[in-house]
């Protein structure tokens, strides 16, 4: 009589680890040209976001250095004045703007740099509460993080652009915006001012937010959550524009 001989169940394989996320600069090129695989990245394994700040915090810094070489002192200092003039503000004498000029764009830039790091997280902390809060998606929040910074390099590049044609062309008022469809609109006005907020980079990038958070928590659909973000771009344009407009006011009254 023989006895039955009890199978012991195979061990369980460990997952296998997740894979690490490419080069910073293959992760560049395919932010542009095939967003999909790079948000995909961020989903279980490490989320990078320092990289893209970098990059774009370099950029604001070099063009910022090469500007005395395209636009002079000078012209800085007639913008200024031009624009402190349309808002109704006392315009200081071109010596103390020339003192001022200097102080603001070593102050600006390093805000500038500042605000590169934290809109990463402001922006991280949005999506965040929209799909992983409302949503019931992920509630990490460094995932999108690292969305929101490789999407932000579209930003950089629209910069880039109008950055080169403003210099090349000596017009430090150039814009590339839907306002350029409306040329007959007040300048100063609110309705210019909207417009003015939409951008074809800022459409690209918003698309990006939406398309990254839906990849990172698995989900097909992301029109709706564009929407939504651009309104919420919209709005805060908005608010910016009647700030504006009631400083305008203050200073002319």
């Known amino acids: 009589m023989t006895l039955p001989v009890s199978e012991t169940a195979a061990p369980a394989a460990p997952a296998p680890a997740p894979a690490p996320p490419a080069p910073l600069a293959s992760r560049i090129v395919d932010t542009f040209f095939s967003p999909g695989k790079v948000f995909e990245q961020f989903r279980d394994g490490p989320a990078p976001w320092l990289g893209p700040v970098l990059v774009c915090s370099a950029l604001l810094v070099v063009l910022t250095l090469l500007r005395p070489l395209f636009i002079s002192d000078g012209q800085m ?3 200024m004045r031009q624009k ?3 808002m109704g503000a006392q315009v200081p004498p071109p010596e103390q703007m020339a003192t001022q000029l200097k102080v603001q764009m070593a102050v600006g830039t390093v805000f500038g740099v500042a605000w590169m790091f934290l ?5 991280g902390l949005i999506l965040c509460a929209v799909y992983g809060l409302m949503m019931g998606g992920r509630t990490q929040v460094r995932p999108y993080a690292a969305v929101a910074s490789h999407a932000f390099l579209v930003s950089a590049l629209g910069y880039l652009f109008v950055t080169v ?3 090349a062309t000596g017009r430090l008022d150039l814009t590339l915006d839907a306002a350029l469809l409306a040329p007959g ?4 006005g609110i309705p210019a001012a909207l417009l003015h907020g939409i951008t074809p980079w800022g459409v690209w990038l918003v698309a990006l937010l939406a398309l990254g958070g839906a990849v990172v928590n698995r ?3 992301w029109i709706g959550v564009a929407a939504l973000l651009f309104s919420l771009q919209m709005a ?3 608010g910016f524009a009647l700030l504006a407009h009631v400083a305008r006011g203050r200073a002319g009254g």
């Open 77 to 79: 200092i007639d913008f």
């Open 84 to 86: 402190m003039s349309e």
């Open 119 to 123: 809109r990463v997280w402001i922006v």
């Open 165 to 167: 044609l403003a210099y």
């Open 185 to 188: 609109l007040d300048p100063a």
């Open 219 to 221: 989900r097909r659909g």
């Open 236 to 238: 805060l344009t908005l």
